[in-house]
């Protein structure tokens, strides 16, 4: 399977746990991307890479919220002290940067509820 | 600020019957993504248009991007039940980090 894949797919957790989701790009992809969807919403910017360097971080993402591609390929997701309201589905995407189009190409995602 | 809207917002059909669904924006966008969700899923590709007044058919959907690239559309032929889900437009923002601004979605239910 050569497309993006996040595990793991479904995560239930208490408030205050922390938790972490992985994200595999599509190999030769250099540029990594993590959004947050809500029911009925379209997905949310949240911070992005190229190769390994965070180049942007959205305002949503608060402190509790880190990320890392530390070998410029999979990358992880860290939320520490979840909150209810941290409950959503957590896209990562890649794509191209270089390439005409720089279609970006999306995981499963990763859904989490906090209780 | 660029924006997307689409519209429906919803759309219940009848199996057979065409449809067409809107991505508007009043932004020039440097190219457009149209993407199917369902529910529990992350968004799949459909499609990119590129270039302004640019038609792509995928088997019966067919996407069209605006002369101007502001706006985009897709007709679905003879809808079938397998083409209920969510179709969000999306288009990569003018600066560099090239994060995808979306559009809410039209939610389709082809009823058989």
């Known amino acids: 399977d050569t497309g993006v894949s996040q595990d793991p797919r479904h995560k239930i957790t208490k408030r205050g746990q922390n938790v972490t989701f992985r994200c595999d790009p599509i190999?030769?992809?250099?540029?990594l991307y993590w959004y947050r969807q809500t029911l009925g919403q379209g997905p949310e910017f949240l911070t992005y890479?190229?190769?390994?360097?965070?180049?942007?971080k959205s305002r949503l993402l608060s402190d509790r919220f880190s990320a890392e591609r530390p070998k410029g390929s999979f990358s992880t997701l860290e939320i520490q002290r979840t909150e209810q309201g941290d409950s959503a589905m957590y896209l990562c995407?890649?794509?191209?940067?270089?390439?005409?189009?720089?279609?970006?190409?999306f995981g499963p995602g990763t859904r989490l509820t906090v209780l | 600020t660029q924006l997307l809207e689409q519209s429906p917002q919803f759309l219940s059909i009848q199996e057979g019957e065409n449809l067409t669904v809107y991505c508007n924006s009043s932004?020039?966008?440097?190219?457009l993504q149209w993407y199917r969700q369902e529910p529990g899923e992350g968004p799949v590709l459909l499609v990119t248009v590129v270039t302004g007044g640019e038609v792509k058919k995928l088997k019966r959907l067919t996407f069209q991007f605006g002369d101007a690239r502001k706006d985009s559309s897709l007709h679905i032929t003879a809808a079938q039940p397998g083409d209920t889900g969510l179709y969000l437009c999306a288009g990569p923002n003018a600066g560099n980090n090239r994060k995808l601004i979306w559009g809410l979605g039209t939610s389709l239910a082809v009823n058989p």
């Open positions: 190999s030769e992809h250099n540029r």
């Open positions: 890479f190229q190769n390994e360097a965070q180049l942007e």
């Open positions: 995407a890649s794509s191209l940067w270089g390439e005409s189009t720089d279609t970006q190409y």
């Open positions: 932004s020039v966008f440097s190219s």
